[in-house]
């Protein structure tokens, strides 16, 4: 089940460090590695490489992990701060609470706490959803290339894997996803897709699920919006309401992104009760932060931040496609806040070029490694940096017409 | 199956273990006990139901959270790279090597990827009753079978009936003080008892729950990280949430063989060390390098309230187990459930039942010495022995 290029087990050997490896540069690893970004990049031993030496006043900008550059807004900070006094108290103890937080999401969308489940991130809610709903027996259906959590921990289950390309658009191929469906156990749908970026639009969804749920009613959909925040189409909507009204379809979303909260480690299942139960039995019990409650709390009774930090990110989205469209390179769709960005060239020798002046961009994405480069959005001002980087480092290659 | 049936009859009757798993209260997850995780805890309440550090982390550690914001509070919004400072930092700490340590999301994950890898349908997990229910209730969920043994008539693990016991299984919680109970095996006895279970039963994994490790008084008291690090078989669990006061940070760790290790860390993939939030681990590396006397401060302040609450209740008749954590375990004569709810409204929280002794005896955990002043005068009311009585 496990394919080389991403083998789990070669990704497992860096986690938590890699410290039993001598020759591993386990600093400059760290410094680069983001939500994803740690497996496939271990198994591509990019933190083998020593960090570039930047010239002098030059400050690293991170560009590699769909983050959110601000982080938090300040009232998730404050909040944090006002939970200092109850750092010793286990979340269920604290005040706000663990069910605090998962009645706040739930009343967000006029459910009830046990539609929710909380996780470590969405990333616990995905490593659940494949262990419930996944087997030998039945697959895993997900995209290529997509957010690979899911594909990567069934193959260490040795759970079968379905990867349906993306189409030419770089938009996934949900025509192909739901030819694959027959029989699987879960199928997974990231809307927008990472880290491709595009989008399919509410019609499109609804479309896909009544087709999926006519074919293969027992197969789980599992639709992913960590990005749903920073979507500016129209003809999206989420597909909250339809996973609640829909057996065997559930939501995953996230604080790491426009919330600005990768690094407090919140996720959550939305969906009917006896489809998110299988996750809230294998959820780790008090799996968030009594700072991770408070902020995720404060966070969600502060619309406005989020419409802000929408806002921000569609201006910056907009200056950096034009940008690097006057460069010569097309960007997909993006309806997040990142690029999925033909750059001509291998992400690798762009990605090192970059590097040594400052700019981190994401990791390979198979199978576009050769030509596209993925490029998170940071701030107005670090993007301005980093697409003065680009034009040094691309214009040689577009003025020549010649490829690395 | 049978066979943990047959164990389940023999050591504590039919249905303990059942009552054991399904009495998990505000501590287990959110689903099974999903009305009492809601059920808020009215401000002011002085909670000694879930064996906390009243004080917290302190003020070394709060600094570091608060630096941890980084410029402009934006490195929250950052994926943390920071676990491997913490691992060398604890390594360098327990003299071991970095490849020993796996860290978790609190203990819990560390005591769910044992229970995950180490039993199996064919490969029990055995463990005293009651004791701390993550470990049963996970291989419950798994349906992997659970094998219950009783402790001895002072409430301490009985290594007798667990050594028996162990042989075939595949994994032995040792929580050691033992939650609920407060009792303790001493050092030389886990170490022979260890041996013993490796030489009769070499399969069988066991994972020595220290949680309560620095709070143990008793002379005869020692870790048993260096057995750990040598034997596959052995697993130590550690947790910031008790002494280290970090219980709302979640942050815990294993200790072990290499082999063992790297098995737990790549269960954790996908989800291991990525549940880790960036302010515990820059707490953690806080708590790590802060001044030891802050732990022994902190010992020396939970044994003045540990005396003081135990001496209070033996003076009414009422006799407590041998406490070497921060709680005790105390035989009040009545169902907990009704001194449990009497407490409450009269702004006292103690712990929930746990079965076989609900019908008796009370979990209490040490808040501070004022909050524990206040708390035995309201027990004085409710339990009608305001004042002592000839013992």
Same mark, same amino acid.
């Given at each position: ?10 990704? +497992? ?33 990019? /933190? ?21 550059? +601000? ?27 663990? /069910? ?21 991130g969405s990333q616990e809610i995905l490593k659940s959803a494949v262990r419930a709903y996944t087997s030998p027996a039945k ?29 030419? %658009? ?13 029989? %699987? ?70 604080? $790491? ?12 299942a939305i969906g009917a009760e006896e489809t998110v139960r299988p996750m809230a039995r294998l959820k780790m019990p008090y ?40 460069? /010569? ?58 697409? $003065? ?16 | ?36 995780? !809601? ?5 002011? *309440? ?57 860290? &978790? ?26 004791? =701390? ?11 992997? @079978?659970?094998r219950a043994v009783a402790l001895d008539s002072e409430f301490k693990m009985d290594l007798g009936k667990i050594t028996e ?38 399969? *069988? ?6 949680? =309560?490790?620095? =709070? ?9 990280? @260096? ?17 280290? &006061?970090?219980?709302? !940070? ?9 082999? *063992? ?14 549940? #880790? ?6 707490? &953690? ?31 009414? &008749?009422?006799? @407590? ?42 979990? #209490? ?27």
């Amino acid at each position: 089940m496990l394919q080389s290029r991403r083998s789990f087990l070669d990704v +497992l050997r860096v986690l938590d460090g890699g410290r039993a490896e001598g020759d591993f540069n386990a600093a400059q690893w760290l410094a680069a590695r983001g939500h994803e970004d740690y497996q496939a990049q271990a198994a591509q031993g990019t /933190g083998r490489r020593p960090a570039p030496a930047l010239p002098p006043g030059v400050k690293a900008i991170r560009i590699s992990s769909n983050e959110n550059p +601000l982080g938090p807004g300040k009232t998730a900070l404050d909040a944090i701060v006002r939970q200092f006094h109850e750092a010793g108290r286990y979340p269920f103890n604290s005040t706000p609470g663990e /069910g605090a937080l998962a009645t706040a999401i739930a009343s967000k969308f006029g459910v009830k706490p046990v539609n929710i489940v909380l996780g470590a991130g969405s990333q616990e809610i995905l490593k659940s959803a494949v262990r419930a709903y996944t087997s030998p027996a039945k697959a895993l259906v997900t995209a290529t290339p997509t957010f690979e959590n899911c594909p990567n921990v069934a193959k260490r289950l040795g759970h079968p894997v379905v990867e349906v390309k993306v189409d030419s %658009a770089c938009r996934l191929d949900l025509d192909g996803m739901a030819k694959a469906v027959k029989g %699987a156990g879960l199928v997974f749908l990231n809307n927008p897709n990472n880290p491709t970026a595009t989008l399919h639009s509410a019609k499109a969804v609804e479309d896909f699920v009544r087709r999926v749920r006519a074919d293969s009613p027992e197969t789980v959909i599992l639709i992913d919006e960590a990005y749903h925040d920073y979507v500016t189409d129209p003809a999206y909507q989420s597909a909250v309401p339809l996973a609640l009204k829909t057996p065997n379809v559930f939501v995953a979303r996230t604080f $790491s992104k426009a919330y600005g909260m990768a690094g407090l480690r919140i996720g959550y299942a939305i969906g009917a009760e006896e489809t998110v139960r299988p996750m809230a039995r294998l959820k780790m019990p008090y799996n968030v932060s009594v700072f991770g409650i408070a902020a995720a709390i404060a966070a969600l009774n502060d619309p406005k931040h989020i419409e802000d930090e929408k806002a921000r990110n569609t201006e910056v989205r907009t200056f950096t496609v034009k940008a690097l469209e006057d460069l /010569g390179c097309k960007s997909s769709e993006s309806q997040g806040n990142f690029l999925f960005v033909d750059v001509g060239r291998p992400a690798a020798a762009f990605r090192e070029a970059c590097a040594k002046q400052g700019i981190m961009v994401g990791r390979d994405f198979p199978p576009f490694e050769k030509t596209h480069a993925r490029i998170s959005l940071g701030t107005m001002e670090e993007m301005k940096k980093a697409t $003065s980087v680009f034009r040094s480092v691309l214009r040689p290659v577009t003025t020549t017409a010649g490829r690395q | 199956m049978a066979l943990s049936r047959r164990g389940f009859v023999q050591t504590v009757g039919v249905g303990a273990a059942a009552a054991w798993i399904g009495a998990r209260g505000r501590e287990h997850g959110i689903w099974s006990a999903f009305e009492p995780t !809601l059920q808020a805890v009215e401000p002011g *309440t002085i909670v000694l139901a879930s064996n906390e550090n009243p004080l917290g982390p302190g003020k070394t550690v709060m600094k570091a959270v608060r630096t941890a914001f980084g410029e402009g509070g934006r490195a929250p919004g950052r994926y943390s790279g920071t676990s491997g400072d913490l691992i060398d930092a604890l390594a360098k700490r327990l003299g071991v090597k970095p490849e020993n340590i796996v860290l &978790g999301c609190g203990s819990t994950q560390i005591l769910r990827t044992a229970t995950h890898l180490f039993t199996a349908r064919d490969k029990a997990l055995v463990g005293t009753i009651p004791t =701390y229910e993550e470990c049963a209730g996970y291989a419950e969920m798994m349906g992997h @079978p659970v094998r219950a043994v009783a402790l001895d008539s002072e409430f301490k693990m009985d290594l007798g009936k667990i050594t028996e016991a162990a042989r075939g299984a595949g994994l032995v919680f040792y929580c050691n003080p033992n939650n609920p109970t407060a009792t303790y095996v001493g050092a030389r006895a886990t170490r022979d008892f260890l041996a013993k279970v490796n030489r009769e039963s070499p399969e *069988t994994t066991v994972l020595v729950d220290e949680a =309560y490790f620095d =709070y143990v008084t008793d002379p005869d008291h020692d870790t048993h990280i @260096p057995i750990a690090v040598d034997n596959p078989r052995v697993v130590v669990a550690r947790t910031f949430s008790k002494a280290y &006061g970090m219980a709302g !940070l979640r942050m815990g760790y294993a200790v072990g063989h290499a082999d *063992t290790i790297k098995k737990m860390r790549e269960w954790d993939a996908g989800s291991g060390t990525s549940s #880790l939030n960036v302010l515990a681990l820059h707490a &953690g590396l806080a708590a790590v390098e802060q001044d030891p006397s802050f732990i022994t401060a902190e010992r020396a302040r939970n044994t003045a309230a540990r005396d003081f609450t135990m001496k209070w209740f033996s003076e009414r &008749g009422m006799k @407590p187990t041998d406490s070497q954590a921060n709680f005790m375990f105390v035989n009040i004569g009545r169902p907990v459930k009704e001194f449990r709810d009497a407490c409450r409204k009269k702004g006292i929280l103690v712990a929930r039942d746990f079965p076989p002794f609900e019908k008796t005896h009370c979990r #209490l955990s040490f808040g501070t010495m004022d909050e524990m002043k206040k708390a035995v005068a309201v027990f004085g009311d409710v339990l009608g022995k305001k004042t002592a009585t000839a013992a």
